[in-house]
């Protein structure tokens, strides 16, 4: 049962222009989102985040977008860069509990 | 600060043979995690240890999987005997208590299963 999904498996977004990334969730009961990066052959690396208290939350180029309502989330990247391409994974929790992940969105940004 | 130290980084072995993989988490992190990544999946939580103790196993494969985490500090997982299917990249993460949502993962060991 995936409770986290990343509907589209890539993107490609040209160099200076907007990437949009989509993550939707079936749980309810989840109250802190987060996304992660993912460059090959390394780790999951922490990006952003926003708790279910807030539907907006910026840190530089990256933006989180959460509507709960529609249990969707969405990661903004402007302007998208190069260094920018990699696999983005979407993941949500319930109070200090196990992350449960998207399957991932691969990002290209073509120079 | 040192980051998440995982080895190896690569095996391959033939399925019914063992496997164990090590972990070392971030100094001071009390809670550390195994993920396991399929290869086109998210990460999936095999176990979860709060100091020495086991939190959420739930989905850890008993009869052929084991974790163990002596002195709260670094863990081994292990593999016997391993299957086809347990081919993937075993991730580890580990979390402080202040910033329980946002682990800091390993670079993964990446099991082949021939």
């Known amino acids: 049962d995936q409770q986290v999904k990343q509907n589209s498996p890539s993107l490609s977004v040209q160099e200076g222009r907007i990437s949009i990334l989509n993550c939707d969730y079936t749980n309810s009961m989840f109250d802190y989102f987060l996304w992660y990066k993912k460059y090959p052959a390394e780790g999951p690396t922490f990006l952003i985040s926003?708790?279910?208290?807030?539907d907006k939350n910026e840190d530089g180029r990256f933006t989180v977008f959460l509507n709960k309502s529609a249990k969707h989330l969405s990661l903004h990247i402007v302007p998208s860069q190069p260094g920018d391409s990699a696999v983005y994974f979407c993941a949500a929790s319930s109070g200090a509990n196990n992350l449960f992940f998207g399957t991932g969105t691969r990002l290209t940004v073509i120079p | 600060e040192a980051g998440v130290a995982q080895s190896p980084r690569y095996k391959i072995i033939e399925k019914r043979q063992s496997v164990a993989f090590w972990c070392n988490p971030i100094?001071?992190?009390?809670?550390l995690y195994w993920y396991q990544q399929i290869l086109g999946q998210g990460p999936k939580l095999l176990i979860q240890?709060?100091?020495?103790?086991?939190?959420?196993d739930s989905q850890l494969p008993k009869d052929r999987f084991s974790a163990e985490r002596l002195k709260g500090v670094d863990s081994t997982l292990k593999i016997q005997p391993a299957k086809l299917e347990d081919s993937a990249v075993y991730l580890c993460?580990?979390?402080?208590?202040?910033?329980?949502?946002?682990?800091?993962f390993g670079a993964g060991s990446r099991l082949t299963v021939l």
């Open positions: 100094s001071g992190h009390a809670t």
């Open positions: 926003i708790s279910s208290i807030k």
């Open positions: 993460a580990s979390s402080s208590s202040s910033g329980a949502n946002v682990l800091t």
């Open positions: 240890f709060q100091n020495n103790g086991v939190v959420d």
